[in-house]
């Protein structure tokens, strides 16, 4: 698989007008030349003797590191019995028009028997993420506690099951199917043979156990993600488990699946992409946990895919690690800067169990949806429960949290000391540089502009700039006191950066 990446050069777009520094992608690795002692280039070939040769760089950068930030746990926002189940899982998060709608998954509590195949979900709303309206829709029969707010369960589960799903919206869906939903389905057996006649070289022969149904994803459709249509076909032939995520891509304009996969026995992350979400492809690993710098007891379990809240190719994941020397889970931070590249953030893990008997004190796992919350917070639901993964317990179990940053703030390039970088060159809608940062007293940003042509805009250099000092999530950069990079709108510019004991987080341009 290409990345779409590959093969383009600076000036890059920022697609939404922001740098988040998740990755180097956007941080000049810089240049360097051989010189002799008057600074004239020595040819790198030559049948002469040469002089004897200096290494020159320039915007090479110097004392920075990325460093992943270790969220704030809130106490529950949700438990089992408000929902009306008898576990609750992390669900799937949009802040949709101001109100922050959530698809939770849960076991019915009137059939244990149907607990992992027929799982349940409802539907939920909140105007601040933290107090959380049950509506009472009337969509299907209900047996369980609580509202009646089920959006998927019977009569609309009982074919294909429902196990580990999720949610989101497709922008480019006509309106009838504005709304989709992946999970792992339990596939009838001559459904499944359907299936492999149709897509004979793409069915994974480890999804058919021998019984009467074959595990693979299935997915359904939805005007309004209330009402739900069970498509007729199953996605994929995979056994895939939880979590299966799903997303459209605007910038690859294709739907991208995380799901779970198998790699030598061992629990991976993979993915798969298509442009027809009736059809996925086999995925391919993008994580596995049998890396000389991992535990042999470690797995990689569910992924937590999403984007950062108002962009469009700031990608990442909340992986999550299940030890079973200890029967732990925690979760990590990853991004890529395509929907195709992976790499843990250095730092991890981000959240890790809490004290014993309490409500995250066996386990923790990411929901799925980074969201702006008020009090210029970004954050993530995440489950929590008192008992390891996979310890006896009793219902009912499980509980929703919140795990939150200072808005934006997930991943800091960090200079401990003295730091030093570029940026490639950028091309933005607006030239005001505001800077999310944060130094103590003795720290300091300064910021320079670097023209099209190279040179320093005159006015806009690093002595020019005021230098920056303190805790600012949208501080405007100025030089002698006027702001904007002093380039004509449209054309390209560079930053050049000087840092002393500080964090940066975020560039936005206006």
Known sequence: MISHLHGTHAPFELADDVLYFHDWRHV?????????????SIPMWGAAPHPQAFYRQHDVPWGIELVARRPALSEPVLLPDACGVMF???????????????????????????VGHLNQLRYAESDDGTTWRFPELGLLPHTGLGPNNLVIGRPLNERYGFHGGGVYKDPSAPPAER???VWLGTIPRADADAYRRRWPDDADPGADR??????????????????????????LINISDNHNVCEYDPVRQRHVMYTRTWVMGRRTIGRSETADFRHFPQPEEVFWPGTPAMKPGDLWYCNGKTRMPGTRDYHLMFPMLWSLQDDRFEFHLASSPDNVMW??????PICTPGEPDTWNGGLVAPGLGLVNLPGERTGVLVCGCRTPHKHPRRPPYGALGWATWPRGRLVALRAAEHGSFATFP???RGAHVFLNCRTPASGMIQVE?????GKVVNGRGLEDCDAIAGDFLHRPVTWHGESGAGIEPGQPFALRFR???AELYAVHFA
């Open 28 to 40: 000049s690795h810089g240049g360097y030349d051989y010189t002799d002692a008057a600074g004239r």
């Open 88 to 114: 609750l899982f992390a669900g799937s998060l949009i802040h949709d028009d101001g109100v922050y709608r959530l698809w939770v998954e849960g076991w019915p509590s009137d059939d244990l028997a149907e």
């Open 179 to 181: 709304y989709k939903a």
């Open 210 to 235: 021998g019984g009467p149904t074959v595990w693979g994803p299935c997915g359904a459709v939805s005007p309004d993600g209330l009402s739900w249509k069970v498509l007729d076909e199953p996605l």
């Open 343 to 348: 790499s843990l953030v250095p730092g991890s």
């Open 426 to 428: 950028l091309r933005t």
């Open 449 to 453: 502009v670097v023209g099209p042509d």
């Open 499 to 501: 840092l002393r004991c």
